[in-house]
Every structure is written in structure tokens, then in C-alpha cells.
């Protein structure tokens, strides 16, 4: 017999949103996720009222038709909140829920659209979840490799959803669980920023979920953060090992940022605990008591070299969006400064036929913040940018 060991769930807006359309809810045994559509304020209405929908007591069934009439309860119930309200029509959301039957050693998985729910085990990250989305139909008729499947500019197109119709196919499976095994449920903001080697490498190569889940988040922002990001991912165990930890409090959609639960707030709580710490350092220290002069200059050194030699590795890793000399939106490959003496640590890559004030006011933003990126991450924002105009 197993039980969930160690669980957690958070959610971000990302970089370049300004609302958060995604909502989870979380009780273990039941884990969901989900993404909506159709405008911030009521992608949100769509995903929290999917979310919602598991707020249930389970009934005493199989977890497969648990979770197939429970998505489809939600999907009703958004199709007529859209009928209902002119505001939200089209709105939608997707949905990927988990339920643990700890009795069976099994994790039922209920799925629309393009969230995803993966299992590690043994260090083999395995997707459980196929997207319901244009680009993977393509890949799986085999007019597009995985590889191209990955970048390819239509991978945001979901095929299906709920909500736009008033019926759906929900995907139902049952997959056997293991001591040991951890289970992530996630938004595409997540995977549309980091690929699955990674995620890989990341719940393998920590010590808690928790810290997993903070990590993800943040590498999904550092490479551009460009859609809203929501994981929650569990451990299982031996029913009879000791607990790991306590269990997270239930939490749905915005909820958990009201709690605090974003990588932002983290960053902030934790600078602030290290200037505390740092103030009670500098005044337990006697006072007079200084460093001498030659310490002074080698620490100078090593700072200078440390700048220096970041400078130049950031300025071969990093690329960014910017305006050229004649106005037009740019890619540039490196850091966005200038050293004394005119050096310039980025050298401009390509050049739009767009004038950057032609664009809307968050598309110039993106382009005028010069938001540190990834290269594929950058390159796509470009292709997105021209597209939007109509550049072929």
C-alpha cells in the first residue's frame, strides 16, 4: 500500500503576462491542473471553475469514470457560463487531473488538452499525457519530427478544450505507481520553456519536490517566462516508511498567490531574510577591527576578473530584443550594456523590417525591456513579432 509522501503545487504569472489565467486545485488524492483561454478574465473563470469541479467528495467508483464525469460536469458547465455571458464567449481552459488509489498501487490520469502529467522513476522522466494540440497531430502523422515539434511556432494551438463545445473526449488512463515514483502535473508555461531533459535532471537531481517544483518555475522565467506557469508534483511511498513531510493545504488558482507561493515572492522573502542576517553579522562584529590593505586589493582583483569573466560568458549565452539605428526591432546576442571606452558587450544578430513603434504597447515593451533570454526563446519572439504584422 502506498501513500503521498511529500506533495506540492505553485503558480506564477510569468514575464510577459499580466494575469494569471491558470488555476489548480489540490487534496490529495486528487491533483489538477489547468490553463485557460479566451482573455485573462475569463481564461480564469474557465480554469478555476474546472479546477473547482474536484472539490468533491470522491464517489465510490472507479477513478477512471471519477475523473471522465467530473471533466465532463466542468466542461458543461463552462460551455453554459459562455452561452450565458457574451463577455466570456470562446473562453476555455485545459485540464490534467491525477487520482492516487493508494489500496492498487495506481495514478488515474483524466486529460484535455496540452498539460501535461509526467512520472519519474529511476531517474526516467516519462509523459503520461499525449497533447491535444495541432503540432502533435503533425508529429504524429509524421509531417514534422520531434525535433521541429519542439520550436515549432504552432505549438500553442490546442485541438481540444473545454468548453467551446458542449460535449468532450476525455482521455482516462491508469498507470501503476511504485515507492519512490514522482508524479508532475504542469501548464505548457512550464513546458514551452523547459525541455524535458531538463525537467529531468531537475526532480532527479534534488532532494525534496518542493524544491523541484521552485526550481522548474524559476529556469521556465530565466528563459523567457512567456505564458503563465503552474506545476504541483507528489512523492509516493511505502505506506509503512516513516512521513517525509506534512501536507500542503489545498489551494486553487489565484489562491495560491494570495498565500505567496510565487517565485518572485520567494526571491523577495529570501533577500530579505540575507540582509537581516548580514546587519546581525556587521554589528556582533568588534568595531575597529579591519581588513588589511593587501586582502582589500585582492579581493578587488578577484571581484574585477569574476565581472570580467561573466561579462564574457553572458555575452555568449544570453541574447535579447532591442531597437536598432534605424528603429526596427532587432536580435542582439549578448548582454545589453556598454563598458568605458565604447565597449559593447552584444553584437547585433538580425534585423525586422518592423518599426518598434509600430508595435503595441506590450509587444514595444517586450522589445524595449531587453529582457535577458534564451536563443530560442528570443528567435521565437521574433517570428512571433513578425508574424502578428504579417511578415511572411
Same mark, same amino acid.
Given at each position: 500500500?502506498?501513500?503521498?509522501?511529500?506533495?506540492?503545487?505553485?503558480?506564477?504569472?510569468?514575464?510577459?503576462?499580466?494575469?494569471?489565467?491558470?488555476?489548480?486545485?489540490?487534496?490529495?488524492?486528487?491533483?489538477?491542473?489547468?490553463?485557460?483561454?479566451?482573455?485573462?478574465?475569463?481564461?480564469?473563470?474557465?480554469?478555476?471553475?474546472?479546477?473547482?469541479?474536484?472539490?468533491?467528495?470522491?464517489?465510490?467508483?472507479?477513478?477512471?469514470?471519477?475523473?471522465?464525469?467530473?471533466?465532463?460536469?466542468?466542461?458543461?458547465?463552462?460551455?453554459?457560463?459562455?452561452?450565458?455571458?457574451?463577455?466570456?464567449?470562446?473562453?476555455?481552459?485545459?485540464?490534467?487531473?491525477?487520482?492516487?488509489?493508494? %489500496?492498487?498501487?495506481?495514478?488515474?490520469?483524466?486529460?484535455?488538452?496540452?498539460?501535461?502529467?509526467?512520472?519519474?522513476?529511476?531517474?526516467?522522466?516519462?509523459?503520461?499525457?499525449?497533447?491535444?494540440?495541432?503540432?502533435?497531430?503533425?508529429?504524429?502523422?509524421?509531417?514534422?519530427?520531434?525535433?521541429?515539434?519542439?520550436?515549432?511556432?504552432?505549438?500553442?494551438?490546442?485541438?481540444?478544450?473545454?468548453?467551446?463545445?458542449?460535449?468532450?473526449?476525455?482521455?482516462?488512463?491508469?498507470?501503476?505507481?511504485?515507492?519512490?515514483?514522482?508524479?508532475?502535473?504542469?501548464?505548457?508555461?512550464?513546458?514551452?520553456?523547459?525541455?524535458?531533459?531538463?525537467?529531468?535532471?531537475?526532480?532527479?537531481?534534488? %532532494?525534496?519536490?518542493?524544491?523541484?517544483?521552485?526550481?522548474?518555475?524559476?529556469?521556465?522565467?530565466?528563459?523567457?517566462?512567456?505564458?503563465?506557469?503552474?506545476?504541483?508534483?507528489?512523492?509516493?511511498?511505502?505506506?509503512?516508511?516513516?512521513?517525509?513531510?506534512?501536507?500542503?493545504?489545498?489551494?486553487?488558482?489565484?489562491?495560491?498567490?494570495?498565500?505567496?507561493?510565487?517565485?518572485?515572492?520567494?526571491?523577495?522573502?529570501?533577500?530579505?531574510?540575507?540582509?537581516?542576517?548580514?546587519?546581525?553579522?556587521?554589528?556582533?562584529?568588534?568595531?575597529?577591527?579591519?581588513?588589511?590593505?593587501?586582502?582589500?586589493?585582492?579581493?578587488?582583483?578577484?571581484?574585477?576578473?569574476?565581472?570580467?569573466?561573466?561579462?564574457?560568458?553572458?555575452?555568449?549565452?544570453?541574447?535579447?530584443?532591442?531597437?536598432?539605428?534605424?528603429?526596427?526591432?532587432?536580435?542582439?546576442?549578448?548582454?545589453?550594456?556598454?563598458?568605458?571606452?565604447?565597449?559593447?558587450?552584444? %553584437?547585433?544578430?538580425?534585423?525586422?523590417?518592423?518599426?518598434?513603434?509600430?508595435?503595441?504597447?506590450?509587444?514595444?515593451?517586450?522589445?524595449?525591456?531587453?529582457?535577458?533570454?534564451?536563443?530560442?526563446?528570443?528567435?521565437?519572439?521574433?517570428?512571433?513579432?513578425?508574424?502578428?504584422?504579417?511578415?511572411?
Amino acid at each position: 500500500m502506498l501513500r503521498v509522501d511529500e506533495q506540492v503545487s505553485r503558480t506564477d504569472t510569468g514575464r510577459q503576462r499580466s494575469a494569471n489565467e491558470d488555476s489548480f486545485f489540490v487534496r490529495s488524492p486528487i491533483f489538477v491542473v489547468a490553463d485557460g483561454m479566451g482573455g485573462a478574465q475569463a481564461g480564469e473563470v474557465a480554469s478555476k471553475t474546472a479546477a473547482e469541479a474536484f472539490a468533491i467528495d470522491l464517489p465510490d467508483a472507479p477513478p477512471e469514470q471519477v475523473l471522465r464525469e467530473t471533466i465532463e460536469d466542468a466542461n458543461r458547465q463552462i460551455h453554459e457560463l459562455a452561452r450565458a455571458d457574451p463577455s466570456r464567449a470562446g473562453m476555455g481552459t485545459t485540464i490534467t487531473a491525477a487520482i492516487v488509489d493508494a %489500496q492498487s498501487e495506481e495514478v488515474s490520469i483524466g486529460h484535455v488538452g496540452d498539460s501535461r502529467a509526467y512520472r519519474l522513476r529511476g531517474g526516467k522522466l516519462e509523459r503520461l499525457t499525449r497533447d491535444h494540440s495541432l503540432v502533435e497531430e503533425m508529429r504524429r502523422k509524421g509531417q514534422i519530427t520531434d525535433a521541429q515539434a519542439e520550436d515549432h511556432p504552432q505549438r500553442s494551438i490546442i485541438t481540444r478544450a473545454l468548453g467551446p463545445e458542449p460535449e468532450v473526449e476525455v482521455d482516462v488512463q491508469t498507470v501503476p505507481a511504485a515507492p519512490g515514483d514522482v508524479f508532475l502535473i504542469c501548464s505548457d508555461g512550464l513546458t514551452t520553456m523547459v525541455d524535458e531533459d531538463r525537467i529531468r535532471e531537475v526532480l532527479a537531481g534534488v %532532494q525534496s519536490v518542493d524544491e523541484a517544483v521552485r526550481s522548474l518555475i524559476e529556469e521556465a522565467n530565466r528563459a523567457g517566462g512567456r505564458d503563465n506557469i503552474t506545476a504541483l508534483a507528489f512523492r509516493l511511498e511505502d505506506a509503512a516508511a516513516p512521513q517525509r513531510a506534512p501536507e500542503s493545504p489545498t489551494l486553487v488558482g489565484s489562491a495560491a498567490e494570495e498565500a505567496g507561493l510565487t517565485a518572485a515572492e520567494v526571491r523577495r522573502r529570501a533577500a530579505t531574510a540575507a540582509a537581516k542576517e548580514r546587519r546581525e553579522q556587521l554589528a556582533a562584529k568588534p568595531k575597529g577591527r579591519r581588513l588589511r590593505t593587501t586582502v582589500k586589493v585582492l579581493a578587488a582583483v578577484v571581484v574585477l576578473a569574476a565581472l570580467a569573466l561573466g561579462a564574457f560568458y553572458g555575452s555568449r549565452q544570453v541574447w535579447f530584443l532591442g531597437t536598432d539605428s534605424g528603429g526596427r526591432v532587432a536580435l542582439y546576442r549578448g548582454l545589453p550594456y556598454e563598458l568605458p571606452f565604447g565597449i559593447e558587450l552584444y %553584437q547585433q544578430r538580425y534585423a525586422t523590417p518592423i518599426q518598434t513603434t509600430s508595435l503595441p504597447p506590450r509587444r514595444r515593451e517586450a522589445v524595449s525591456g531587453h529582457d535577458l533570454r534564451s536563443r530560442d526563446d528570443a528567435a521565437s519572439l521574433v517570428e512571433d513579432i513578425e508574424r502578428s504584422q504579417g511578415v511572411p
